[in-house]
């Protein structure tokens, strides 16, 4: 489907309506404002790739129109009676878990298993702070272009600090700090032009004078995965060896914290349960 169109389209961004003139399209006079037909984007889509991002906020109503196109291959425009037939790859995107917006009822189990057939999962920043430094320079180059200013240098100890962030937006908050850096520093950048939030997540994990510990001459990749270690032992220390509340306090899964111990050869603890785990099992 390379050579056909791709169009895609913000589920969270527009109401029922919007949304559905959009999906479908409309006739002339359909609707107050409607002073031409227009073709939806399933119809644009046609041979050729649909995405949908933010499927998760699509209200129940839209979901089962959706379903509908996808069980029938075809669809009626607002205000025709005549049915359009469409072959068209779904691509949907959502930041949170479906399956579990199944169970609350917020989302229909049939389009589920509709969409559900292949599933990539993309892990937060802070699953894969080795990517951080990459992502980093990247970005901060693109926002030095977009703003027609020189890159500032991202020195070691600035990158370390960047990577012991949690990133909660993940890389969005993570360009809007490059864009931040590029505003604030001329040549190097300094860990005193980084955000509050980001100060303040990487003071526990550096040594005293605000630096990395470790070799001063290694690469920024030395730095990140020396960082990285550190933070796994010292959680788990902390957690008395449970693997299980090491990852909580890490903020990533406890499978995640497995792939990463594997990953330095560090010797994890045993998953000693909780008390509240040991109420719960019983």
Not at 64 to 76: D, H, I
Request: net charge neutral.
């Amino acid at each position: 489907r390379k050579a056909k169109a791709f169009v895609s389209e913000n589920c969270a961004a527009l109401p029922d309506t919007l949304l559905e003139s959009e999906l479908f399209g409309h006739t002339r006079g359909a609707f107050t404002g409607a002073h031409k037909a227009k073709k939806g984007l399933l119809e644009q889509a046609d041979g050729g790739t649909l995405f949908l991002d933010e499927i998760g906020d699509m209200s129940s109503e839209m979901q089962k129109k959706l379903l509908r196109v996808l069980q029938e291959g075809e669809f009626r425009a607002i205000g025709s009676e005549e049915r359009v037939k469409v072959d068209v790859r779904i691509i949907a995107a959502s930041h949170q878990k479906l399956e579990q917006l199944v169970k609350d009822g917020r989302f229909r189990e049939d389009l589920y298993y509709r969409v559900n057939v292949l599933k990539v999962e993309l892990p937060p920043l802070r699953e894969r702070r080795e990517d951080v430094p990459l992502l980093a320079e990247a970005l901060l180059a693109r926002a030095a272009r977009e703003a027609g200013r020189p890159t500032p240098h991202l020195p070691r100890e600035v990158v370390a600090a960047l990577a012991a962030h949690e990133w909660p937006g993940n890389v969005r908050e993570l360009e809007n700090e490059m864009r931040r850096l590029v505003v604030l520093a001329s040549d190097d950048v300094r860990l005193e032009h980084l955000s509050q939030t980001v100060i303040e997540r990487r003071a526990p994990l550096l040594g005293s004078g605000g630096a990395a510990r470790g070799d001063a001459n290694g690469s920024i990749r030395d730095a990140v995965a020396d960082l990285e270690k550190r933070s796994i032992e010292a959680a788990l220390a902390s957690c008395g060896g449970n693997k299980s509340r090491a990852a909580k306090v890490l903020g990533i899964s406890r499978f995640a914290l497995q792939r990463k111990l594997d990953k330095y050869g560090l010797a994890g603890g045993e998953d000693v349960a909780s008390e509240e785990e040991v109420d719960t099992q019983a």
